[in-house]
């Protein structure tokens, strides 16, 4: 799902964000903050990478569910699947 790198750039900036949250506030509220930012930001992370992906595959009922749709090359037949289910074509192209 979350691939390494940008993993790795999500965890350098909650401890960013986490020590610069102790050096504002004071202690312990600081460490308390940084500690609910720790277990909430895995969930952030998470809801904004849906919410991404609901984005891509948005826009109306097209797609939704059943993955792709896709318009035939050949004959221009519009199916869902790997080959057109009229000719047989395998050449397609992805509609949103
Ligand atoms: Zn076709």
Redesign the pocket.
């Known amino acids: 799902m979350i691939n390494y790198k940008s993993y790795l750039i999500s965890i350098f900036v909650s401890l960013a964000i986490s020590i610069g949250l102790q050096m504002i506030l004071p202690w312990p509220y600081g460490l308390i903050a940084a500690l609910a930012f720790f277990a909430l930001y895995p969930l952030i992370m998470r809801n904004r990478a849906l919410q991404r992906m609901n984005g891509l595959g948005g826009g109306g009922s097209i797609g939704m569910g059943q993955g792709f749709r896709y318009s035939?090359l050949?004959?221009n037949?519009r199916f869902k699947g790997s080959s057109?289910p009229?000719?047989g074509?395998k050449m397609k192209r992805a509609e949103f």
């Open positions: 035939c050949a004959c037949n057109c009229r000719c074509s």
